[in-house]
């Protein structure tokens, strides 16, 4: 398969010190904006994996749909700030000129912890690029086109890896197929950890 233009990855873009910092300091957002398990639009069916956010504008799913939001939809509270040193890695990685809006973190944890073939297209920016870390556990990463049949490519993402999600590569299809339980010692009680940078609102 062809890899889309504008795709980057950076494997050991955060050092294991800069891993264990930014476990830290994601351990003080999730004591203010506890994981929630979103659910499927219509059918209400969980996602196996749990979620939070930081930043103006959080991602979030329930049987009403999806979209961004100010508040954490279980405590009503406004979502932590995003931390300065992931804002600088956005600026350095991406150059773009407008601060991400929404830092979504994913936790996987256990082995049935997935995520389905999808593309981001709940953003009015799809100017920006996307940026992700992975932190934790291995895990395999699926990355197609411009539709959701048609070839994928996997990706084997390792804690500290940085993703840009540029170009063509913004609006590709991707997914997690697997993650692989005991790869890391990072987390406290194992499991995977992904922060997705976006960009929500175009900027003015
Ligand atoms: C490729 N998360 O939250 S991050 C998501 O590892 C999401 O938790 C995955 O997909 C995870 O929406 C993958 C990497 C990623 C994020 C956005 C993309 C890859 C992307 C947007 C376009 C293409
Ligand atoms: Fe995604």
């Given at each position: 398969?062809?890899?889309?233009?504008?795709?980057?990855?950076i494997?050991?873009?955060?050092?294991?010190?800069?891993?264990?910092?930014?476990?830290?300091?994601?351990?003080?957002?999730?004591?203010?904006?506890?994981?929630?398990?979103?659910?499927?639009?219509?059918?209400?069916?969980?996602?196996?994996?749990?979620m939070?956010?930081?930043?103006?504008?959080?991602?979030?799913?329930?049987r009403a749909?999806?979209?961004?939001?100010?508040?954490?939809?279980?405590?009503?509270?406004?979502?932590?700030?995003?931390?300065?040193?992931?804002?600088d890695?956005?600026?350095?990685?991406?150059?773009?000129?407008?601060?991400p809006e929404?830092?979504?973190?994913?936790?996987?944890r256990?082995?049935?912890?997935?995520?389905?073939?999808?593309?981001?297209?709940?953003?009015?920016?799809?100017?920006?690029?996307?940026?992700?870390f992975?932190?934790?556990?291995?895990?395999?990463?699926?990355?197609?086109g411009?539709?959701?049949?048609?070839?994928?490519?996997?990706?084997?993402?390792?804690?500290?890896?940085?993703?840009?999600?540029?170009?063509?590569?913004?609006?590709?299809?991707?997914?997690i197929?697997?993650v692989?339980?005991?790869?890391?010692?990072?987390?406290?009680?194992?499991?995977r950890?992904?922060?997705?940078?976006?960009?929500?609102?175009?900027?003015?």
């Open positions: 398969m062809e890899t889309p233009r504008g795709f980057r990855i494997p050991e873009y955060l050092s294991p010190a800069a891993q264990a910092a930014l476990v830290e300091t994601l351990r003080g957002i999730v004591a203010q904006a506890p994981f929630f398990r979103p659910v499927m639009p219509g059918n209400g069916r969980p996602f196996s994996v749990e939070t956010n930081a930043g103006p504008l959080g991602w979030v799913s329930d749909g999806y979209r961004y939001q100010p508040m954490h939809p279980v405590t009503g509270e406004a979502w932590p700030a995003i931390p300065d040193s992931i804002l890695a956005w600026g350095d990685l991406t150059g773009y000129p407008s601060p929404c830092c979504l973190i994913n936790l996987y256990g082995e049935k912890a997935k995520m389905g073939l999808h593309r981001d297209a709940d953003e009015e920016d799809f100017d920006a690029p996307v940026l992700s992975s932190l934790g556990d291995t895990a395999t990463f699926r990355l197609g411009a539709t959701r049949r048609g070839p994928t490519k996997a990706v084997t993402l390792h804690s500290g890896t940085a993703l840009i999600l540029g170009g063509d590569s913004r609006m590709a299809y991707h997914g197929s697997k692989m339980p005991g790869t890391s010692r990072l987390l406290t009680g194992g499991g950890l992904n922060l997705t940078l976006r960009r929500v609102t175009k900027p003015v």
